[in-house]
């Protein structure tokens, strides 16, 4: 299965210098645990519930920018890679969020290690079948 058969939706995003209040009511709104941190068009991070956790563990207000706390830096993915390549590109990278990009480097979607290791689980499962 290609990476770009996991993309559901458009990526939920949030730019840099929004609150985290701000942040956290998109994801509840959106129904999502991360959001992509866009700036200038471009995807420089993640912003996590991880992050929101974090950040109120390190009384850290919710009035702060989004940029303050989110984890920096994003790693990409082309759509028609495998999703074992995805798993053990997130693995290598130790993180739980790939930002998935078309064949000329346009962002199409984000997949989480949640979503790739489901996927992985369902193919081994119908192959198992045979």
Avoid: Y
């Amino acid at each position: 299965m290609d990476v770009g058969e996991l993309i559901k939706r458009e990526p939920v995003k949030v730019a840099p210098d929004s609150s985290i209040r701000e942040a956290c009511v998109i994801m509840k709104r959106e129904g999502v645990g991360s959001l992509l941190v866009e700036s200038g068009g471009n995807p420089v991070g993640f912003f996590t519930e991880r992050d929101v956790i974090n950040a109120i563990a390190n009384g850290i207000s919710l009035d702060e920018k989004v940029s303050s706390v989110m984890t920096q830096g994003v790693v990409t993915i082309q759509a028609d890679k495998d999703v074992s390549e995805a798993i053990l590109l997130m693995n290598n990278e130790g993180i739980r969020h790939l930002v998935v990009v078309d064949g000329q480097g346009k962002v199409i979607g984000v997949i989480s290690m949640r979503e790739a290791a489901w996927a992985l689980n369902s193919m081994t499962l119908d192959s198992s079948v045979w």
